[in-house]
């Protein structure tokens, strides 16, 4: 379907919101994905088509996706952030199984690594929404301190967020360093129910995934949404 760009929301220096109203209305749960196609003049090898996680809330009017000006970026970003509103491209329905749990008693660990907070954002404001309480732990890396997206928003929310740069500035004053299944384990306060939702970088989801399953976590424990393309955290 035609989606339309309304309108566009910087959440951290380099990383916008981009939001969209489809042609039609889009049913959809938190955390799915769904692929956008943008055409544009000399396409460089990656093509003209990515997949991007809704990082709205079903809650919310519109839909939204959130995502990185790299340096260099590829021909569909910087396609992507020269979009104007009133301009189309095209949205796929929504689809995929990052989604919460049904049984709200499940207490829940999210890790984000980088653009992966995109279905916690959808997740953590679609429960807020609803006001429905569950226990809900973030633990939150980025490459550097800059790129932490929708800051004001986690810090207003009912959330405990940890917030772990890889490279800090001279003015972050928080922790610093690689999240591993022993940074997670030592952070987290854990139940033997409890859901680890690990998200973003491909190889940052891939380590912490094996990490935490040698630290004795079960695989049936650990959601995972991979994001191609970014490199490791
Ligand atoms: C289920 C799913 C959900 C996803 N959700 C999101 C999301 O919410 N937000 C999001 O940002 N991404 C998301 N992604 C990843 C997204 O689809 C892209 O793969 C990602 O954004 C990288 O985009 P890009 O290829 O345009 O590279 P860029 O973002 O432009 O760059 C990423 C890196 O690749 C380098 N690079 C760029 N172009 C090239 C090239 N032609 N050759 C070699 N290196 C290059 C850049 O320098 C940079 O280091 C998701 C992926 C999946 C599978």
């Known amino acids: 379907?035609?989606?339309?760009?309304?309108?566009?929301?910087?959440?951290?220096?380099?990383?916008?919101?981009f939001w969209f109203k489809p042609q039609q209305s889009v049913r959809y749960i938190a955390g799915q994905f769904v692929e956008l196609t943008l055409p544009h003049a000399n396409p460089d090898d990656r093509g003209t088509r990515r997949w991007f996680t809704l990082s709205s809330s079903p809650s919310e009017d519109l839909v939204s996706i959130t995502t990185k000006l790299?340096?260099?970026?590829?021909?569909?970003?910087?396609?992507?952030?020269?979009?104007?509103?009133?301009?189309?491209?095209i949205m796929s329905e929504p689809m995929g199984d990052f989604v919460l749990p049904k049984k709200a008693s499940i207490p829940l660990v999210f890790v984000a690594a980088g653009?992966?907070?995109?279905p916690i954002r959808s997740m953590?404001?679609?429960l807020n929404d609803i006001n429905e309480h569950r226990s809900t732990q973030l633990i939150y890396t980025a490459g550097n301190d800059q790129d932490f997206a929708y800051k004001d928003l986690f810090d207003r929310m009912p959330i405990e967020t940890t917030y772990i740069t890889r490279n800090s500035s001279a003015t972050w004053h928080g922790a610093t360093g690689?999240?591993?299944?022993?940074?997670?384990?030592?952070?987290?306060t854990t139940q033997p129910?409890?859901?680890?939702?690990?998200?973003?970088a491909e190889p940052t989801v891939e380590r912490l995934y094996g990490e935490l399953q040698h630290a004795g976590i079960k695989p049936h424990h650990l959601v995972?949404?991979?994001?191609?393309?970014?490199p490791e955290i």
């Not at 653009?115 to 995109?118: E, S």
């Not at 690689?178 to 987290?188: F, G, H, W």
């Not at 995972?224 to 970014?230: E, L, S």
């Open 115 to 118: 653009l992966g907070i995109t």
């Open 193 to 200: 129910d409890t859901l680890f939702y690990l998200s973003g």
């Open 70 to 89: 790299a340096h260099p970026s590829s021909s569909f970003k910087n396609a992507l952030f020269r979009l104007q509103p009133g301009e189309q491209l």
């Open 178 to 188: 690689r999240v591993s299944a022993k940074t997670i384990l030592t952070i987290a």
């Open 124 to 126: 953590t404001k679609w």
């Open 224 to 230: 995972t949404d991979y994001f191609h393309g970014y």
């Open 1 to 17: 379907m035609q989606a339309t760009l309304v309108h566009t929301e910087t959440v951290a220096p380099a990383i916008r919101a």
